[in-house]
């Protein structure tokens, strides 16, 4: 799994068999304990996915919503993270061929003409080098934004998010055949698109 | 990582590749995540509504299939279910009050207003004081008591049954049904489950608790968000408990069994019949 690196990067905290049992019942602090455990993680796939502040927080909260409804059946064997990821990389698949979605790629934001929530570099203690990671970042999230939605949460879930491709196949309901291709594809276009940033 | 399906990458790819990995990982909004947080430990999240975004059915074929597919199913839509029963429509209020309608206000006596907004899937809400009764026409006709918010079903297809659901966030309802429900099911859900109705008076109440659904005769089976619990007996009610307890199987309360009556007594001439009074 990669670990891209960035200020807010740190493990989720370990959840024990005792805490998920509690997530069952709806207990507040395992509940609590669930979302520190995942937020994070899944907020970032979301941002990165969508390259927008608000539609990340639509999806989270529907996600959240879909996983305190199911919270009773939760398997408590397994780290819940790669189904809530699953969740959340289908929400995000959701949210962008909603109409709401379209109508708000077409309303950017005047104070942030890029549309995509800024903010996406954590600030670091050296100013230029925060600017250059932001300017870097800010051309790559654009490159991936301007991928077809099917490439698109291919490279991400694969490279971001350090899936595997039959994970993902799973994901986004197609073989893992398909989902090689697409990140060939996919990697091929990105290339081209940041030859200037990475000759 | 290493995968067994990797594919070799050229020189391009590789970085590209690379590029996504370094991305960082973006840091939500702290009031956001502290709210979300709080809202989720609390189940305060399980009141909301699902987003919008979220509730269309994911397409699963490419355009070239689902054109002609969706085009057979439209034309074998007009011709087996060429038409819908009438309704909703506002009985009106000797109870002082507002109704939101779609978010627009209406005082709850003003039965012409009321009609001209009231819609399938039309959001419902009702202020401290009001109440309302909603009529749809030879299927059933419900009274919203104060306080209650509810997203109104479709009307019932004129021909080979079909289904037809309500959501209530909060409040209580009373439904008594008419001959044209039969053959069609109406479910009424809440955040802990789901009422299906197939003929009946019923009464569903949620507050931020509990879910409560009473039986005052007829049919009618409760759901959780798992599974089936069964029916409802007569004069009984299922509770389902918002903090994740097991339901409990009880008697009818006082207060459900007045609401359900008051619906009765008053309303049994939409469907031709007289009132029964019971001894639960």
Known sequence: MQDPSGSSRRPPPDLSRETLLAVRRRDPEALAALFEHSFDRLYGLAQRMLGDRAAAEDVMQETYLRMHRAAATIDVERDPLPWLKSITANLCRDHRRSFAAKVASRSEDVDDPAGRGGNLAGVGPDPEEHT???????????????????????????????????????????SHAAVRKRYSRALEQLGEALKDVWP | MSDRHDIPLTAAQRRAAEAVQSLSRPEADTDFRARLKADFASGAVAAAKPAAFA???????????????????????????????????????????????DGRAVAAGDSLRLDELLRPGAEVVLS?????????????VMRLASGTTITLPDRPRRWFGGDLDAVMPEGEISIRTGPDLAGRMLAVSTPEGRARIYGTLVSIFRNDELTCVCLYEGTA????????????????????????????????APPHLEHMEGLDRERCDCFGGAHKEQTP
């Open chain 1, 132 to 174: 250059l990671t932001a300017a870097r970042e800010a051309r790559v999230q654009a490159a991936v934004d301007a991928l077809p939605e099917q490439l698109r949460e291919v490279v991400i879930l694969k490279d971001y998010e350090g899936l595997d491709h039959v994970a993902i196949a799973g994901i986004v309901g197609t």
């Open chain 2, 55 to 101: 509730t269309r059915p994911r397409p699963r074929f490419g355009f070239a299939l689902w054109v002609p597919l969706t085009a057979a199913a439209a034309l074998a839509a007009v011709m087996v279910f060429g038409g819908r029963l009438p309704g909703p429509e506002a009985l009106g209020s000797h109870i002082a009050g507002t109704v939101l309608v």
């Open chain 2, 128 to 140: 401290e004081g009001a109440e309302l009764d909603i009529l749809y026409p030879g299927s059933f």
């Open chain 2, 221 to 252: 089976v409760m759901d959780d968000l798992e599974q089936e619990l069964g029916p409802v007996p007569a004069g009984k009610r299922w509770v389902l408990f918002a903090d994740g307890r097991d339901a409990e199987l009880l008697d009818i």
